[in-house]
T-cell receptor, first 113, second 113 residues
Framework: GDSVTQMEGPVTLSEEAFLTINCTYT??????LFWYVQYPGEGLQLLLK?????DKGSNKGFEATYRKETTSFHLEKGSVQVSDSAVYFC????????????FGAGTILRVKS | DTGVSQDPRHKITKRGQNVTFRCDPISEHNRLYWYRQTLGQGPEFLTY????????KSRLLSDRFSAERPKGSFSTLEIQRTEQGDSAMYLC???????????FGPGTRLLVL
């Protein structure tokens, strides 16, 4: 079945550092890819998405590019802030499979001031 | 606030008791999904509805679990004869027809003693 693998955390960075969280996927169809974020004490929120190969999703300074050749969707941000501390989940869904989301295990990001 | 609400937010119960959770979706969203999230893991798909029809159930959903969505509006998830292994966060998400982004509720955290 479809699956998503994320880099293990926690990732600890100083403020203004560059962030990369790796995500790779396995899928038999043509999935859409997502990054969701869960801030402390809050529910899951969509951060960004990409629906086809070579699409770039972006939001709040975060970016990720759908790379079909490497089956990857790595999350990047040029300069992190303390307020970016959260758990980040990479996920995929496929319309032919009812759009149900398949999530990675999540990566904890801690940003120090 | 995504517009998806869940009730209760927290539930503590004793092993063997029955519990029921409720999800109220964004009104125009015809698809509703249930996921379970255990500590340190990403959410796992349980079941989903299109309007009032339950279209798929995961193998994770034992026969002690039942979900309904009468009239295609709110949904309930019931767990009978709870076990300690049922302790988790139960998440509801909804999706508008033709769209790909699911909106999540805040979740119901269940603790089975």
């Amino acid at each position: 079945g479809d699956s998503v693998t994320q880099m293990e955390g926690p990732v600890t960075l100083s403020e203004e550092a560059f962030l990369t969280i790796n995500c790779t996927y396995t899928a038999t169809g043509y999935p859409s890819l997502f990054w969701y974020v869960q801030y402390p004490g809050e529910g899951l929120q969509l951060l960004l998405k990409a629906t086809k190969a070579d699409d770039k999703g972006s939001n709040k300074g975060f970016e990720a590019t759908y790379r079909k050749e490497t089956t990857s969707f790595h999350l990047e941000k040029g300069s992190v802030q303390v307020s970016d501390s959260a758990v980040y989940f990479c996920a995929l869904s496929d319309q032919s499979r009812g759009n149900k989301l398949v999530f990675g295990a999540g990566t904890i990001l801690r940003v120090k001031s | 606030d995504t517009g998806v609400s869940q009730d209760p937010r927290h539930k503590i119960t004793k092993r063997g008791q029955n519990v029921t959770f409720r999800c109220d979706p964004i009104s125009e969203h015809n698809r509703l999904y249930w996921y379970r999230q255990t500590l340190g893991q990403g959410p796992e798909f349980l079941t989903y509805f299109q309007n009032e029809a339950q279209l798929e159930k995961s193998r994770l959903l034992s026969d002690r679990f039942s979900a309904e969505r009468p009239k295609g509006s709110f949904s309930t998830l019931e767990i009978q004869r709870t076990e300690q292994g049922d302790s988790a966060m139960y998440l509801c998400a909804t999706l508008a027809g033709g769209q790909e982004t699911q909106y999540f509720g805040p979740g119901t955290r269940l603790l089975v003693l």
